[in-house]
């Protein structure tokens, strides 16, 4: 039988490839129903993404659907898309493809659901298409091909976080939708909005949820992390009757209550950025900032519309690591921008190498269709971007291993992830290292653990990646 990839992450500026099957402990187990209506789900993209097909799992599980595995088994198959760069995109049609081919039966939704002329145009033979966040539209169009069952076996099994398709100890807490920034090479605007920010007593009751279900880490996501609340004013609001302002400072502040590991994405290099850092020194959250750069020379930046001081940004570099000395600072910069000359690639080379950043993710430069870079002259031949674009893994390598290799020697807290009890290893991450993008920790000789676990190790072994460890 033909298995879906349920959860199958896009190759994006925030995502890595990846592609899982559903995690079984995420979803209560049932028993089979043959009268059941079954929905088949494939979720592409970034973590945003992976928020919204939960929610629609949520929901889809609440009517009394069987979430199911096969193509043959499902009475239809939902495909959350992504549609930010031109991979993303061949991905997500080729997996529509896939599933008419497979089921024939196939609701399109998310972020390329905004295109909805390309995906009639490969695939006519879709029956509905929605754009992302399109919960209620979604379940309509599930309703009208999929007629909820009468009977509705699911609804006392639907925990009260939800149904979620990470492991049972860390989450994807998402506090806003869109953004309100217009950097030349991105969509995300036109594809999700404006921002929307959640009110601060909502997040907080969601993660008091996840956390009473057992969640160790909650991954704190948006488009633009360090903007929520502006678009409400940074409102009070209320959680358990105390007040709490939407903002993000006031936000994790909150969090730290629950006394579990708490990491912040998708940080847009503001000013007031500056003020979290205290709250790492003080440990309410992790020592861990993933922080979109893009770029080091002031004009490739300015036509990227992004903050154009690299030298600020080093200057402010050098005091948060004064507070906070161990701070992991994650980035994403794109080679081969229009204009972009070999000086001014050199000057990004020389901010990596003065920054010493402990992560990195590059990409080069390809043209998204309605980005306004598109239109920017002096585009680089793509042999020059590809021949920049490892010029720059390589150096960041370098400086990554080497910080990798500086830990040899150190005890350090770790989440187990995962566990082979006959090998007698188990697979971590420190506070440094994010789920599915960063590095991670191979414990050796340890038993009696579990996911979730946060234990202990001394570092043995730095490899280019991840390190080695024996139970401290």
């Known amino acids: ?20 099957r559903i995690n079984k402990d995420g979803i209560p187990s049932v ?13 592409l993209g970034c973590p945003k993404a992976l928020v919204d097909s939960e929610r629609i799992l949520t929901q889809l599980r609440s009517d009394g659907y069987e979430i199911v595995n096969t193509y043959e088994d499902a009475g239809l198959v939902i495909v959350n898309t992504c549609g930010f760069i031109d991979s993303a995109i061949a991905e997500s049609l080729d997996t529509i493809g896939e599933a008419i081919a497979k089921n024939g039966r196939v609701i399109v939704t ?6 909805a002329e390309k995906i009639q145009q490969t695939h006519p033979k879709v029956l509905a298409i929605s754009g ?6 979604v379940m309509n169009q599930v309703h009208e091909h999929l007629p909820k069952p009468k009977k509705n076996p699911f609804i006392d099994l639907v925990p009260p976080q939800g149904i979620k398709l990470t492991p049972r100890h860390y989450a994807y807490l998402k506090i806003s939708e869109g953004c309100n920034h217009s950097c030349t090479f991105c969509i995300i605007p036109d594809l999700r ?22 969640v160790q880490e909650l991954l704190v ?13 940074y409102k009070t609001d209320f959680n358990n009757g105390q007040p709490i302002k939407s903002r993000i400072k006031e936000l994790c502040e909150a969090l730290a209550r629950f006394d579990i590991w708490v990491r912040l994405h998708y940080v847009y290099p503001y000013p007031s950025v500056d003020d979290l850092i205290p709250l790492m020194a003080e440990g309410k959250i992790l020592p861990y900032l993933d922080i979109p750069f893009q770029h080091a020379n002031h004009d490739i930046l300015r036509n990227m519309k992004r903050p154009a001081h690299s030298e600020k940004v080093l200057h402010r570099i050098a005091n948060w690591r004064q507070i906070v000395p161990d701070i992991a600072l994650r980035s994403t910069f794109i080679v081969g921008f229009p204009g972009e000359t070999e000086a001014q690639f050199e000057e990004l080379l020389d901010f990596l190498r003065e920054a ?14 309605g980005a306004k870079s598109n239109a920017l002259p002096n585009h680089v031949p793509e042999a020059v971007k590809q021949e920049r674009l490892a010029r720059l893994m390589a150096i960041q390598a370098e400086i990554s291993a080497e910080k990798l290799a500086d830990k040899i020697g150190s005890i350090q807290p770790v989440m187990i992830d995962e566990v082979d009890t006959d090998a007698h290893i188990a697979i971590g991450r420190t506070v440094y290292d994010a789920p599915e993008i960063d590095g991670v920790v191979q414990i050796e000789s340890i038993d009696g653990i579990a996911p979730g676990q946060v234990i202990h190790v001394e570092i043995t072994e730095a490899t280019d990646h991840d390190l080695i460890a024996v139970p401290a």
């Open 132 to 137: 992302p966040q399109a919960y209620e539209t």
């Open 31 to 43: 028993s089979r129903h043959d009268d059941a209506a079954k929905v088949g789900f494939i979720s």
């Open 193 to 214: 909005g404006k921002l929307v920010s959640r009110p601060a007593g909502d997040v907080m009751a969601e993660a008091e949820r996840l956390a009473n279900a057992g």
């Open 1 to 20: 039988m033909s298995q879906l990839p349920i959860n199958a992450s896009t190759t994006s500026s925030t995502s890595t490839t990846s592609a899982t």
């Open 356 to 369: 010493r950043l402990d992560r990195v993710g590059a990409f080069a430069y390809s043209q998204v269709k």
């Open 110 to 115: 998310g972020c390329l659901g905004k295109d």
């Open 221 to 233: 996501i948006s488009q633009d992390t360090s903007a929520y609340g502006v678009d409400i004013k």
